[in-house]
């Protein structure tokens, strides 16, 4: 008895050891990193006629330009009335810089340098618009193409993304060269017009023109993260996220081939049933979540701005992953940037309630970590589904995760330091870019690529993102053409 008693005292104390030690090590990593933030000066607010800015924004959003994958020409004139707007609001510009016009609606500006040998950068943003859900129009406080300025807000599809991004930088350009501002090295402006149907006719025929001139660019900024303003949970203070990584984009149709014939009669195998049966699997056994790569660094970043459990948490991400993930599994847009997303959107199949179909088929839609391959998915899908009477194939405008964008180039610290110039009080941290952007058809042309948008928002702006009552506070508005300024001052001064 007594050395059973010995032996459990001394397996005690090793457990109370073994505590200690990790409770040591939680202590060290919290405190092992001080803050990563540039200590930079707030620069002085520069005066900006905001409203007559907010004006000319307002108006801009009037022109329905709605893109569409079907009809490269669909809403031809309301892009032809932008393209005039632009010309008219911003006279300065067009004498300094010259105008281009590519695959019939995109805009690319070349405003030349002083410098041959300073490798240029390039400022993007996108004209076209998503459409309005039909039904939701009476759901709008402002009719969504009427353009109004009303309680401190440009009101618009369009005022947010991304005519918000593509005005603010003109207003820049324009107050720079009325200033007498001339850049050393050479600055381009590229609008594409097909953003929200993949860019494959605007943004990459933009890129395909440059390349042909053999430009290679030193970076690129174009829409993105946002300034997050309670977004993130234990941090106190606004977050500037930038985007140096973005997601790939897979498709892949999975067509289930059956016998047709009479419902009387169902045969044990029918396409529906096996379409459904392999979408099931495929929502149930999800690619794995992981963090590295730059959402790793982005938590590394954000961890020492914080305090208390959550600090501890992000400093620990060997013990505390789990607990992570599975607070990632409860909310979409968190568990998008820890894991290659599965989502189920088209399901076609019969026509007759009394006819089994001959074949069913459904898209899914993936969006790819970096690190992951449209190869890598397919043969997930393969296996998971495990049904050779099912195809796959993939549809067109599938690419593969751009580069990323390296946090130790003299590129990201200009963006980084400009934040912090403009938006002082905000954190800055890398991010992942979930969604797709016109910038990942740079990147066999840019060094680096940016996705950012000088923007401040909380949790309930971004509902506004591609929905109802979209709108751009005037004086966000103001804060984003101080931020276009500065960086091209910074970058090209």
């Not at 008895?1 to 001394?10: A, G, N, Q």
């Not at 030690?21 to 990193?33: D, G, T």
């Not at 600090?311 to 607070?327: D, I, Q, Y």
């Not at 109802?468 to 960086?487: C, H, K, P, Q």
Request: aromatic share 8%; proline share 5%; net charge neutral.
């Amino acid at each position: 008895m007594r050395r059973l008693l010995r032996s459990l005292r001394y397996l005690g104390l090793l457990i109370l050891a073994a505590g200690a030690a990790l409770v040591a090590l939680v202590l060290v990593n919290m405190f092992r990193h001080g803050s990563r933030q540039l200590d930079v000066a707030a620069l002085p607010k520069i005066s900006i006629d905001a409203e007559a800015a907010a004006q000319r924004l307002a108006a801009a959003v009037r022109f329905r330009t709605i893109s569409s994958s079907d009809d490269p020409e669909l809403n031809a004139d309301a892009f032809a009335a932008l393209k005039a707007h632009i010309e008219a609001s911003f006279p300065a510009f067009h004498v300094a810089a010259t105008q281009e016009v590519v695959a019939g609606h995109s805009l690319l500006y070349l405003w030349k340098g002083s410098d041959a040998a300073a490798r240029p950068i390039a400022l993007l943003a996108h004209q076209d618009v998503v459409p309005v859900a039909p039904g939701t129009e009476p759901d709008w406080a402002v009719p969504p193409f009427a353009g109004v300025v009303k309680d401190g807000f440009v009101w618009g599809r369009g005022a947010w993304d991304d005519k918000g991004n593509l005005y603010a930088m003109l207003e820049a350009a324009e107050a720079l060269i009325k200033a007498g501002f001339k850049p050393k090295r050479t600055i381009y402006f590229a609008f594409g017009h097909d953003e929200e149907v993949g860019g494959t006719r605007g943004a990459k025929a933009i890129s395909a023109v440059l390349a042909a001139r053999n430009v290679r660019l030193d970076f690129v900024i174009d829409e993105g993260l946002l300034i997050s303003e309670g977004g993130i949970k234990g941090l106190d203070k606004p977050a500037a996220l930038v985007g140096v990584a973005e997601k790939g984009y897979a498709s892949l149709v999975l067509t289930a081939r059956a016998t047709p014939g009479h419902s009387s009669m169902p045969p044990r195998d029918t396409a529906i049933g096996m379409m459904s049966a392999a979408l099931a699997k495929l929502e149930a056994n999800r690619l794995p979540m992981r963090i590295d790569g730059t959402v790793g660094e982005m938590f590394d970043t954000l961890a020492p701005e914080m305090s208390g459990i959550n600090r501890a948490v992000l400093s620990n991400l060997w013990l505390t992953k789990p607990l992570l993930f599975g607070e990632f599994a409860k909310s979409g847009p968190a568990e998008a940037m820890v894991r290659t997303t599965t989502a189920l959107t088209i399901f076609n199949a019969g026509d007759k309630d009394n006819v089994l179909p001959g074949n069913a088929s459904a898209t899914v839609n993936f969006r790819l970590l970096p690190g992951d391959t449209e190869a890598g998915i397919i043969d997930h899908v393969r296996q998971t589904v495990a049904n050779d009477r099912i195809s796959i194939t993939s549809l067109r405008g599938n690419r593969e995760p751009p580069p990323v964008t390296s946090t130790a180039g003299p590129s990201y610290q200009l963006v980084n330091r400009t934040i912090r110039e403009i938006f002082s009080d905000a954190v800055v941290a890398p991010g992942l870019m979930v969604a797709g952007t016109d910038s990942s058809h740079y990147a066999g042309i840019a060094d680096s690529i940016f996705r950012f948008s000088p923007l401040r928002a909380t949790t309930e702006d971004l509902k506004r993102f591609h929905g109802t009552n979209e709108r751009l506070s005037v004086e966000g508005y103001a804060d984003m053409i101080r931020f276009y300024r500065r960086l091209l001052e910074a970058a090209a001064g």
